[in-house]
């Protein structure tokens, strides 16, 4: 691809306070529109990569680039804006459960409000319905009114993809957005997500254990193994020996 990557890391490592390194010299390129899926063990780095791409997480050295913006320098209104092209969706989903879908839902225009109007709720006419359209899209547009904490794991988890939604997102990021859902709704999340991508253009990274969803949904395929990047390709070339290469118990590089 000649296109500009959306996300680029260059020799990104991540070293926490205790040492531990997360992230080992990773480089790659993301480009628009694509549904990237990253897979791994358990604290293999998956979690720091997505977390690094909006500054959840400073890295330690190396940079990421948003629309070939380094996003690891930006500072005040700059950072403030290059997040708001990037919406992401948790594990747990961190919506806040006494309050009404739609307002969990209008969180995602946080960003283009004073802070003391989202105190006060003072949403515009156009960002209300814009909130309920992304309500609709992943059919919950009768729950706008409910209390979160009264809808399923399912539900809370597509309110979620809505709150992302409504910040007009170039990008959505999710760290292992299905890891407590059952498999029926595992699959609704999917879809909603896969048809995101696909009709919306919005580019997709996300973290799943599960390589055969990882094969369904993905375009492509990152492995990460004790904070290395040790695979990088189409999921037709993840074959059963690169996905062992990324889960095995073989010494894992240094």
Do not use: C
């Amino acid at each position: 691809m000649t296109e500009q990557a959306i996300i680029e890391f260059k020799n990104v490592s991540k070293q926490y306070p205790n040492g531990f390194m997360g992230l080992k010299d990773v480089s790659l390129q993301i480009h628009p529109g694509e549904f990237v899926v990253v897979v791994g063990l358990s604290g293999a780095g998956k979690s720091t990569l997505m977390r690094s791409v909006n500054r959840l997480h400073d890295v330690t050295s190396g940079d990421i680039l948003i629309d070939g913006d380094s996003i690891t320098k930006a500072r005040g209104k700059d950072l403030l804006a290059m997040r708001r092209k990037i919406g992401m969706i948790f594990q747990n989903f961190n919506l806040v459960k006494r309050a009404s879908v739609l307002k969990n839902v209008l969180m995602g225009r946080v960003g283009y409000y004073p802070t003391w109007k989202m105190v006060l709720g003072l949403f515009t006419k156009a960002d209300k319905q814009r909130a309920y359209e992304a309500l609709q899209s992943v059919d919950l547009g009768e729950k706008a009114y409910t209390r979160a904490d009264q809808l399923s794991g399912g539900q809370q988890q597509r309110v979620a993809i809505a709150r992302a939604l409504t910040q007009e997102p170039r990008i959505l990021l999710a760290d292992e957005p299905i890891a407590s859902l059952d498999p029926e709704t595992t699959r609704k999340v999917m879809d909603d997500l896969k048809r995101i991508n696909e009709q919306m253009g919005i580019t997709v990274l996300i973290n799943l254990h599960n390589v055969e969803l990882a094969k369904e949904y993905g375009s492509r395929i990152i492995g990460i193994r004790a904070g290395h990047k040790v695979f990088d390709g189409p999921v037709a070339e993840a074959t059963d020996d690169v996905i062992d290469a990324i889960y095995g118990e073989e010494e894992a590089p240094s």
